[in-house]
Nanobody
Framework: QVQLAESGGGLVQAGGSLRLSCAAS????????MAWFRQAPGKEREFVAR???????RYADSVKGRFTISRDNAMNTLFLQMNNLKFEDTAVYYC??????WGQGTQVTVSS
């Protein structure tokens, strides 16, 4: 059974940093496109970042230069390093495998 479990969310002041983790089980993160999405209250879920099997990365314009997506093959885990956080980054963050399998989400709250 393929499962994704996010962690690392929390409350942080604007300008601060957080690192989100997404532990995968049942399938290797290296052979699939993994991505982060987020959903703020009252808004639709939106793309944040993705990493393909060949390590090609892509970012939403709103996070480019501040967020970094990566993966640890040995840990079979996906990461999202978030720096210089802004109030508008407040959302529930989800990791996904090929936009088919989704985690339960982790809350990120940035205080202004």
């Amino acid at each position: 059974q393929v499962q994704l479990a996010e962690s690392g969310g929390g409350l942080v002041q604007a300008g601060g940093s957080l690192r989100l983790s997404c532990a995968a089980s049942g399938i290797p993160v290296t052979t699939n496109t993994m991505a982060w999405f987020r959903q703020a209250p009252g808004k639709e879920r939106e793309f944040v970042a993705r990493i393909s099997a060949n390590t090609f990365t892509r970012y939403a314009d709103s996070v480019k230069g501040r967020f970094t997506i990566s993966r640890d093959n040995a840990m079979n885990t996906l990461f999202l390093q978030m720096n210089n956080l802004k109030f508008e980054d407040t959302a529930v963050y989800y990791c996904t495998l090929n936009q088919i399998i989704w985690g339960q989400g982790t809350q990120v709250t940035v205080s202004s």
